[in-house]
């Protein structure tokens, strides 16, 4: 489960318009468990200089207030750093661990 740290929140449109502005930005994944039949889920932390880390939440708000965006491996975890990562090539470790190389 992920420690609990200094974050901001951040949706899908905030990272568009990161993206929209030039406003450079790294992102990173983390393991927060398993689904029922196994499957690793990850959290996806978004990281900009000088800024506290922004844990990914979805655009709709619940009662209990926004809710975090979780991602299995596939197509979500894939489909998602392609559209909205930061560049970087995926290499995912033997404890699920997933860590960002840049391509070249």
């Known amino acids: ?4 740290r200094n974050q901001i929140l951040i949706t899908i449109d905030g990272v568009k318009d ?3 502005k030039g406003i450079a930005f790294r992102c990173r994944y983390e393991l927060v468990g398993f689904t029922d039949d196994g499957k690793p889920r990850y959290q996806c932390i ?6 506290p ?3 990914l939440v979805s655009t709709r708000i619940t009662p209990h207030g926004p809710e ?5 491996i596939w197509p979500g975890l894939f489909k998602h750093h392609f559209e909205f990562g930061d560049g970087r090539d995926l ?3 033997p404890d ?4 960002l190389e840049e391509r070249g």
């Open 1 to 4: 489960m992920p420690i609990a």
């Open 18 to 20: 990161l993206s929209e």
């Open 46 to 51: 978004y990281l900009r200089k000088g800024e």
């Open 53 to 55: 880390e922004a844990i």
């Open 68 to 72: 975090p965006r979780y991602f299995n």
């Open 91 to 93: 290499r995912f470790g």
């Open 96 to 99: 699920y661990s997933i860590s």
